[in-house]
């Protein structure tokens, strides 16, 4: 089941670098027909939305390091448990935040689950293979 949870932790990653891209590289353009957003809209939250481009990155790093971390330590080299960590931490922040979007902005519901399933997931998955 870890492997499962890595996997899925791995795609929960690549899903945040992509909104990465999405808010902090193509806002202004690409990434309006994504959000929904006026050419107005997108230029005056332009600031916001590279911040928050970054926030999703850093989640996604975190991820991804304790991925490799956890793959590549032995199990009680502590390599494992530091990685297993981080995993958590990473899907597990991303888990939380699409909660918030979920519970404070109904209309944006569907964005909330597409972005919080997969972390969610990984984060059973690791904790049903850690307790194994």
Same mark, same amino acid.
């Given at each position: 089941?870890?492997?499962?949870?890595?996997?899925?932790?791995?795609?929960?990653?690549?899903?945040?670098?992509?909104?990465?891209?999405?808010?902090?590289?193509?806002? &202004?353009?690409?990434?309006?027909?994504?959000?929904?957003?006026?050419?107005?809209?997108?230029?005056?939250?332009?600031?916001?939305?590279?911040?928050?481009?970054?926030?999703?990155?850093?989640?996604?790093?975190? &991820?991804?390091?304790?991925?490799?971390?956890?793959?590549?330590?032995?199990?009680?080299?502590?390599?494992?448990?530091?990685?297993?960590?981080?995993?958590?931490?990473?899907?597990?922040?991303?888990?939380?935040?699409?909660?918030?979007?979920?519970?404070?902005?109904?209309?944006?519901?569907?964005?909330?689950?597409?972005?919080?399933?997969?972390?969610?997931?990984?984060?059973?998955?690791?904790?049903?293979?850690?307790?194994?």
């Amino acid at each position: 089941m870890t492997v499962v949870g890595l996997v899925l932790a791995g795609l929960a990653a690549a899903l945040h670098v992509y909104i990465f891209w999405l808010e902090s590289v193509v806002w &202004t353009t690409r990434a309006r027909a994504v959000f929904g957003t006026s050419e107005q809209e997108a230029a005056a939250t332009r600031e916001m939305a590279f911040n928050q481009g970054f926030y999703n990155l850093f989640l996604a790093v975190v &991820t991804a390091v304790g991925i490799v971390l956890a793959a590549a330590g032995a199990e009680g080299s502590g390599l494992d448990a530091a990685g297993s960590a981080l995993v958590l931490a990473g899907t597990g922040s991303m888990a939380a935040a699409a909660l918030v979007l979920f519970a404070s902005s109904p209309g944006k519901r569907g964005a909330a689950l597409k972005q919080g399933v997969l972390p969610l997931l990984a984060v059973v998955a690791l904790v049903v293979g850690f307790t194994v």
